[in-house]
C-alpha cells in the first residue's frame, strides 16, 4: 500500500547509528533503569496513589517546527499532577526516537497516548526542568531548550520526540515515569534533490445568510436571517482569518460565489430579521467592506476556483435529487452565475471547472452530476478513491476516469489533519507536526516521479483551524522537501499510470454521509418553488427584480451547508414557497358581488388589482357563462380580454353581455397567462337576466301615457274651479285644496322615472389608484 511505503535512503546505517547513541545514553544515566513505565499494582491503588498516566503533560508550544542545523528547539507545555499524592523530586525531560518507518508508522505513533517510554530515549540530563514537588491537582509551567545537535538526528526523516515527567510519590520511594505527550519533529535541514508540488486548497465558504425577501424600493433591500454573517466577518472572525492568514501564503482560493453575493449586499442597506419575525437595519456595512477590500487585495495574482453558486450538495442532487425532474437542470446556471459573481465583486476571473463533492467522497453518480454542471475536474479524496495496486508511494493526484473527466484526488490524511478542536495551543501544535511529518515522508517514499499532491482540508474551517492550517504551510515555506503548485496545474498534471482511475461504486458511499443527504422530498419542494416562479415571472413587466433573488434562494435551498440541520433546511425552503405565493397572489381579482341585468345588453365591469411595485402584463382576463341559453358575451359562453395593470393599482375590465332569457346565470371570472395557463384564484358571481320584450315596452309605455293623461285632466278641473271662488272667502278654501293635490301630481311625476329610469352606478375608473379588494356592496346593477 502507498500508505506504508518507506523512506528513501532509510536503511540499517542511520538505525545501527541511533542505537549506539542510545547506548551511550544508558550507560551514561543510571538512574534511567528506574524512570521506565511500572504497571500499578492494583486498580484501587492506582485510584489514589500516583501511577503512570497520573500526570498530565501538555506540549503547547514547539519551536522551529520544522529544524535546520544550528537551530535551538524550545518546548514549552505544562505538567499537571492529577494523582491523590504530591510528587517530589519531579524532572520534566525530552525523549528522542529513531527515524520512523513510513507514512502509517507517523499516524500509529500520532495517535498513540499513555506514558510508556518504548523506544524513546532522554537526552542528556541537562535539559531538563526539576520540579521539587508537585502537588496534587496543581499544574506547572515548563520551558526547555535544547540545541538541535543535541538531539542526535542523522538520517533525513521523522523522528518521534516525547516530554515526560518522572518522579517520586509516598506510595513508590523509585523514579517513575508518570506522564508523558509525544509529538513528531521532520528533519531535512538541506533542500530535497526532488520535491513535492503540493496544492493547498482554501476554502472560502459560508452557510445561507440571505432570506429570498427583499424591499419594495428600488434598491430592493435584502432581508437577513440573522446577524451571524457579522461576526465571521469582523476581526477575529472565522472569514476574517481565512482572508489575513490566506493572503499570505500560497493556497489556491476555492470559494463559494454566493458569499461574496451576500457580504456584498451588506455593504449597502439591509434590513435583518429578529427572532420575534420584526426586521431591524443591518449595521454592520464598514465591516464588510473591509472584508472585500482585504479578499480583492489577497486573490490578486493568485488563483481563484469558483464553486457553483450556493454551493450545491453534488451527492444529494446524484442520489436523491436526479429522480426529481428539473433538479439538474439547476446546476449549470448556478455555474454562469458564480463565474459573472466572482468577476464584478473580486475583479479576477475565476476556473469553473471544479466540482467538490461533500468530504471528497465520489460513486459514478456524484461524477455524472458534476459534469452536468459544466466541470471537467472532481475534486476526491483518497479514503474514497483508493489504491488497488500495490503501489509503494502516493501517486500524483490528478487522474483520469474517462469521459474527459479527471479526478483530482487530495491526500486523506493531510486534508483531515486539522478537523478536530484546534482551540487549544497542544492541539493545534500536534496537528502541526504532523502534518509536516506526513509531507516529509510522503517526499521521501521510493519512487523517482516528480509528483503532485493536493490538500483539500473541511469546507468550512473554524478560526482556530484556519490558523493551524496556515501554521503548517508557513513551516513548508522554507521549500526544502515541498514546492507550491495551484489546483489547475495540478488538474493537468502527467497522471501516474499505476495509479487507480476506478471511481468505486456506489455502495462503497460512506453511510454516514448517505444519512446527512438533503431528502427526495426537499428536491420536490424546490421544484415546485420553481413552478410557482416560472408562472409569476411571465407576467411581471421587471421579472429580474423576483426572478434573481428567488432563483439564488432555490439554489441555497440545495447547498451542502445544510447537512446536519435537516429542519433548519425544510424551514428556509419552506419560507421560500411561502414568500413567492404571497408575491403572486397579490395579483388578483377583486371579489364581486351579484350583479342584475335589465334589458337586453349591459357592461359587466371586473376589476383586476396589482399590489406589487412593478407593473403586469401578458395577462387574459376570461368571463364564462355557466348558461349560455340565458347570457352570452356577444354570440359566446365566453369572452377574454387582454390585462395590464400598472404597480399598485386596479384596473377594470369591462364586458358587454346579452340576455336571451330571464332568471340567474353563473358567471366566472378567470385570469390566464398568454399561453393559457390559468393564473390565481377564480372569482365566481351570479347576474340576474332580465329579458323585456317590445311587446312589454309598449304596455308600460302606455300605461305611462294613461297616466300622464289623467293627472292632466286632475289639474285642469282643479283649475276651473279655483276661478269660480270668490276673492275674499274662498281664496282660503283654494289654497288648502291646491297644496295636497300639488304634492300627489309631484309624487306621481316621479314614480314613473324611478321606475322606468333606475339611476345607475358609473363604472369604476379605468386605471384606478389602490382600492380595497373587498366586495362591492349588494343589489349591484350593471351598466346598460
Known sequence: MAEAADFQGTGSSPARRWLRRAAVLLAGTPLLAGLMYVPATSPAHAATAAGP??????????????????????????????????????????????????????????ER????????????????????????????????????????????????????????????????????????????????????????????????????????????TPVFQDDSLTAELAPGGRLEQLVSLGKELPVTW????????????????????????????????????????????AVQDQKV??????????ASLAHRGRHVSGS??????????????????????????????????????????????????????????????NLSYTPTAARPIGGGTTAVVADARLSTAFQGDMTGAE????????????????????????RSIVVAPQRMPTASQAQSMASALQGLQSGRWTQPLDLEAAAKAKPDPDATTSVPGSGSYPVSLRKKELPRAAFEEIRNTQNTLDHFKVILTAEDRVDIPFGNAIRRGMSASWRGQPKEAAQYRAAVQSYLIGLAKKVQLIPKSDATLSGRSATIPVTVQNGLVQGVDHLVLRLTSDKPNRLKFGDEAEAEQPVAVQGGHSQSVKF????????????????????????????????????????????????????????????????????????DGREATDAEATAPAGGAVGESARNPEEVDGAEQQSDPTPDTGPESGNPSGTGEKVDR
Open 53 to 110: 498516566e497520573s500526570v498530565d503533560v501538555s506540549l503547547d508550544t514547539l519551536t522551529p517546527a520544522a529544524p535546520v542545523e544550528g537551530d535551538t528547539l524550545t518546548i514549552s507545555g505544562t505538567v499537571r499532577n492529577e494523582s491523590q499524592e504530591t510528587i517530589t523530586d519531579a524532572r520534566v525531560g525530552v525523549r528522542v526516537g529513531p527515524p520512523m518507518t513510513g507514512r502509517a508508522a507517523i499516524a500509529t505513533a500520532a
Open 113 to 220: 497516548t499513555g506514558p510508556e517510554p518504548g523506544d524513546l530515549s532522554e537526552i542528556d540530563d541537562e535539559y531538563t526542568v526539576k520540579i521539587a514537588k508537585l502537588p496534587s491537582k496543581i499544574g506547572h509551567d515548563f520551558t526547555i531548550k535544547v540545541p538541535v545537535d543535541k538531539l542526535g538526528l542523522d538520517a533525513n526523516g521523522v523522528y518521534q520526540v516525547g516530554v515526560s515527567l518522572a518522579g517520586h510519590t509516598a506510595s513508590r520511594s523509585y523514579p517513575q515515569v508518570l506522564g508523558m505527550e509525544r509529538t513528531l519533529l521532520p528533519w531535512q535541514p538541506e533542500p530535497a534533490d526532488k520535491k513535492t508540488q503540493l496544492t493547498f486548497a482554501w476554502p472560502l465558504i459560508s452557510s445561507t445568510h440571505l432570506t429570498s425577501e427583499t424591499g419594495s424600493d428600488e434598491q430592493q
Open 254 to 297: 476555492l470559494v463559494d460565489p454566493d458569499l461574496l453575493a451576500t457580504v456584498d449586499a451588506m455593504t449597502r442597506n439591509y434590513e435583518v430579521r429578529r427572532p420575534d419575525g420584526t426586521t431591524v437595519a443591518g449595521k454592520s456595512q464598514d465591516i464588510a467592506n473591509q472584508w472585500l477590500s482585504s479578499l480583492q487585495d
Open 305 to 314: 476556483v469558483a464553486l457553483p453558486f450556493a454551493d450545491p450538495d453534488l
Open 328 to 389: 439538474l437542470s439547476h446546476l449549470r446556471p448556478a455555474t454562469e452565475v458564480a463565474k459573472q459573481a466572482v468577476e464584478t465583486i473580486l475583479h479576477v476571473t475565476p476556473s469553473t471547472d471544479f466540482a467538490w463533492p461533500v468530504e471528497g467522497a465520489v460513486d459514478p453518480a456524484i461524477v455524472n452530476t458534476a459534469t452536468s454542471a459544466g466541470a471537467h475536474h472532481v475534486i476526491a479524496r483518497s479514503d474514497s478513491m483508493r489504491e488497488r495496486g
Open 427 to 450: 492541539s493545534s501544535t500536534l496537528a502541526v507536526q504532523e502534518f509536516l511529518a506526513q509531507s516529509l515522508a510522503l517526499n521521501l517514499q521510493s519512487t523517482n516521479a516528480e
Open 656 to 727: 358587454t353581455a346579452n340576455a336571451t332569457a330571464s332568471g340567474p346565470v353563473e358567471v366566472t371570472a378567470q385570469l390566464y397567462t398568454e399561453d393559457g395557463v390559468r393564473y390565481g384564484e377564480a372569482r365566481r358571481f351570479t347576474v340576474e337576466a332580465t329579458e323585456i320584450t317590445p311587446t312589454v315596452m309598449l304596455v308600460i309605455a302606455g300605461g305611462v301615457l294613461l297616466l300622464v293623461l289623467a293627472g292632466i285632466r286632475m289639474y285642469s278641473h282643479r283649475k276651473r274651479a279655483a276661478a269660480r271662488t270668490t276673492a
